[in-house]
């Protein structure tokens, strides 16, 4: 069973239960009091509705943390006006049961008014950045991202914090991120854990119906075609983007968002696609968006 914390001051660090925490005060002091017994820690923000990818962060954490915290937030900040707040999924139960199984010492799990409390005005944003990828067909999303991210490190001041690499182009506004304004936290990138199909998993493969979830296996057949022609020598992006292009020919009703070959940190766009370039995909299928990535080797 999780354990409720106990009033600021009173968490004990190094509790064999997982706390739930849902005030900010006590998560940082937790945190803090962990630091103070020579902890290092480590934390895995989320929006819940885990899977094994999540789940994988996680156990990253505890290889490389004494102290693992697991945020729960499912941020309004990041969602636009007709995207799927109301929809996503919650499982908080079941989420703080994996989390416990896993050995999280912390589950924060703030509500919206704790984060954003009245009045708030100021946000986090990563310019130039924020507007490559997602950031084209889902404007502010990533200045949402910055902003609960920023938050959440300043609340549970960690040492390193653990994300995936199918958010490939989050990940690289969070880096940006920390290195801009000097955030004392070492951000860790965890390999995309795929379903055996090779779906990238995804708390919106949920939304998908079994007709959908074999269309969305598009996705990674076109990375891993754009990979294969590149292993076969090709490098000029357009021929590569093109190929990538004609496999989403094969599934009519998935809608491709876009389909580029960039610089894994500026997200600019390369022209020729060498060891390292990041091939990143995103598309409809229904209603879901879903994304996926690589990055290319030798």
Same mark, same amino acid.
Not at 19 to 38: D, F, L, M, P
Not at 45 to 61: I, K, N, Q, Y
Not at 119 to 130: D, H, I, M, P
Not at 213 to 224: E, I, K, T
């Given at each position: 069973? =999780? @354990?409720?914390?106990?009033?600021?001051?009173?968490?004990?660090?190094?509790? @064999?239960? =997982?706390?739930?925490?849902?005030?900010?005060?006590?998560? $940082?002091?937790?945190? *803090?009091?962990?630091?103070?017994?020579?902890?290092?820690?480590?934390?895995?923000? /989320?929006?819940?509705?885990?899977?094994?990818?999540?789940?994988?962060?996680?156990?990253?954490?505890? /290889?490389?943390?004494?102290?693992?915290?697991? /945020?729960?937030?499912?941020?309004?900040?990041?969602?636009?006006?007709?995207?799927?707040?109301? @929809? &996503?999924?919650?499982?908080?139960?079941?989420? #703080?049961?994996?989390?416990?199984?896993?050995?999280a010492e912390v589950i924060f799990a703030p509500s919206?008014?704790?984060? &954003?409390?009245?009045?708030?005005? =100021?946000?986090?944003?990563?310019?130039?950045?924020?507007?490559?990828?997602?950031?084209?067909? $889902?404007?502010?999303?990533?200045?949402?991202?910055?902003?609960?991210?920023?938050?959440?490190?300043?609340?549970t001041e960690p040492d390193k914090a653990f994300f995936?690499?199918?958010?490939?182009?989050?990940?690289?506004? +969070?880096?940006?991120?920390?290195?801009?304004?000097?955030?004392?936290?070492? +951000?860790?990138? #965890?390999?995309?854990? $795929?379903?055996?199909?090779? !779906?990238?998993?995804?708390?919106?493969?949920? &939304?998908?119906?079994?007709?959908?979830?074999?269309?969305?296996?598009?996705?990674?057949?076109?990375?891993?075609?754009?990979?294969?022609?590149?292993? *076969?020598?090709?490098?000029?992006? $357009?021929? !590569?983007?093109?190929?990538?292009?004609?496999?989403?020919?094969?599934?009519?009703?998935?809608?491709?968002? &876009? !389909?580029?070959?960039?610089?894994?940190?500026?997200?600019?766009?390369?022209?020729?696609?060498?060891?390292?370039?990041?091939?990143?995909?995103?598309?409809?299928?229904?209603?879901? *968006?879903? +994304?996926?990535? !690589?990055?290319?080797?030798?």
């Open positions: 069973m =999780t @354990k409720i914390a106990s009033p600021v001051g009173t968490a004990d660090p190094i509790s @064999k239960h =997982t706390q739930i925490i849902t005030a900010i005060v006590e998560t $940082r002091a937790a945190s *803090r009091a962990a630091r103070r017994a020579g902890q290092r820690v480590g934390v895995v923000p /989320t929006m819940g509705a885990l899977h094994e990818g999540h789940l994988s962060l996680v156990r990253t954490a505890k /290889t490389q943390s004494d102290f693992v915290i697991v /945020t729960i937030f499912v941020n309004p900040l990041q969602f636009g006006p007709k995207e799927d707040l109301s @929809k &996503y999924p919650r499982m908080f139960e079941r989420d #703080c049961a994996l989390l416990e199984k896993e050995g919206v008014e704790e984060m &954003y409390p009245g009045g708030a005005v =100021t946000y986090v944003n990563v310019e130039g950045l924020s507007d490559r990828l997602d950031g084209v067909s $889902r404007p502010g999303h990533f200045r949402g991202v910055t902003t609960v991210v920023s938050k959440l490190f300043h609340i995936g690499q199918k958010d490939a182009a989050q990940v690289a506004i +969070i880096k940006r991120m920390v290195r801009d304004l000097d955030m004392p936290v070492e +951000i860790v990138v #965890c390999p995309i854990v $795929r379903e055996p199909d090779g !779906l990238a998993m995804s708390s919106r493969n949920a &939304y998908l119906n079994e007709t959908q979830r074999q269309q969305g296996l598009v996705l990674s057949r076109a990375l891993r075609r754009v990979e294969e022609l590149f292993h *076969r020598g090709e490098s000029d992006v $357009r021929s !590569l983007v093109a190929d990538g292009r004609e496999v989403f020919r094969t599934e009519p009703e998935v809608r491709l968002d &876009y !389909l580029s070959i960039v610089d894994p940190d500026s997200l600019e766009p390369v022209d020729d696609a060498g060891p390292g370039a990041l091939v990143a995909v995103a598309a409809y299928v229904g209603a879901t *968006r879903l +994304i996926d990535n !690589l990055i290319l080797a030798k």
